[in-house]
């Protein structure tokens, strides 16, 4: 087993198989029509473990799936969502999020007290 991009485990193949695992599904123009956040890319094939994100990019994930999800907006490898909570916002690189952390921690200490 190894880790994917998404830190979710998979296993290695060791040897091509000689039929395709799954169908290859038809492009819609929803592909075409669907634009995603910043440092993010469209995916026929999506990872149906949560995809990772500032919040919880340091714990270590116990999900583990060999399926394909829906077609969909994923962050670019290195990349992890700015916020689970709203995807929108977009994906920003894993070593963004120890600064992000750094000055939440700063603004909460100087916060004057009530």
Not at 4 to 18: A, H, I, N, Q
Not at 92 to 105: F, H
Request: proline share 6%; net charge positive; charged share 30%.
């Amino acid at each position: 087993m190894t880790l994917d991009e998404y830190d979710c485990l998979v296993p290695v193949r060791t040897c091509k198989p000689e039929k395709p695992l799954r169908q290859r599904r038809e492009t819609t123009s929803t592909k075409m029509s669907m634009k995603c956040p910043k440092n993010a890319e469209w995916r026929e094939c999506t990872n149906i473990c949560p995809e990772k994100s500032c919040e919880n990019y340091l714990q270590t994930s116990t999900c583990f799936s060999l399926r394909c999800g829906e077609p969909g907006c994923m962050c670019k490898e290195g990349h992890v969502l700015l916020s689970s909570a709203n995807k929108e916002t977009g994906c920003v690189r894993r070593e963004t999020c120890v600064k992000l952390d750094s000055m939440k921690k700063n603004i909460e200490k100087n916060k004057p007290a009530n």
